[in-house]
């Protein structure tokens, strides 16, 4: 039986002075504390057998990902499932009682939580996120991989994994900048789930981190 893991790792933190809901925008690099917690989970993970580091193409998830891969000599491979969910309030503030969601005209999007009606549905995202996970899986056989994320693809499809309905409270949501959602293999068998934070919490509650 062979052993492999996969961890989807959250990028670090985001320059993002406006506080905006950024989602697929180009241009949104990592701050500062960002660039520090990638290359903490960089030192966390040197002492593993890493053999394939891959990541969204987002800026931010590949300044995440880029010190991992050097720390390895691996090259940075992309995959565009591991892309943040698309969302209609792209661009925005979207804060509960800020911004877009004050708005009427923007309340028809929000006719359905459950799908959710104003972005890609919850099923879609965990489906393309688990493609992204097994791909990294077999080119990591027996060893490990690390996949670089957001917050939301990872989250859905964690919960989707664990049987939990996919609408949920993002306010509730168990997935920290820089953090590790590690999914242990046997063969092809997911066996178990480890979440770990190399570069401590941060609160789910803040947008735009």
């Keep these: 039986m062979t052993r492999t893991v996969v961890h ?4 670090g933190e985001v320059h993002n002075p406006e506080g905006i809901l950024y ?3 180009p241009g949104f690099k990592l701050s500062e504390r960002g660039e520090r917690q990638a290359l ?3 030192q966390h993970l040197a002492d593993h057998n890493i053999a394939h580091v891959v990541a969204s193409p987002l800026e931010r998830a590949q300044q995440t990902a880029l010190p991992i891969a050097d720390s390895h000599r691996l090259d940075l491979a ?3 499932r591991l892309i943040e969910a698309d969302n209609q309030f792209e661009g925005q503030r979207v804060s509960v009682g800020d911004g877009a969601l004050r708005s009427p005209a923007h309340w028809p999007k929000l006719r359905n939580p459950f799908l959710p009606s104003w972005g890609e549905p919850y099923l879609m995202i965990a489906h393309r996120m688990l493609g992204a996970v097994h791909r990294a899986r077999q080119a990591a056989t027996g060893r490990e991989a690390v996949c670089v994320s957001h917050q939301l693809p990872i989250w859905t499809l964690r919960r989707f994994l664990e049987g939990r ?5 993002p306010r509730r949501r168990e997935c920290s900048l820089a953090s590790l ?3 242990v293999f046997e063969d092809e068998r997911l066996v178990r789930l480890v ?3 190399p570069a401590g919490a941060t609160d789910p509650k803040v947008t735009g981190a």
């Design 78 to 80: 992309t995959d565009e």
């Design 40 to 42: 903490t989970v960089a």
């Design 165 to 169: 309905r996919m609408w949920h409270d």
């Design 23 to 25: 989602g697929r925008l």
């Design 195 to 197: 979440y770990t934070e």
């Design 181 to 183: 959602t590690s999914l």
């Design 8 to 11: 989807l790792l959250r990028h």
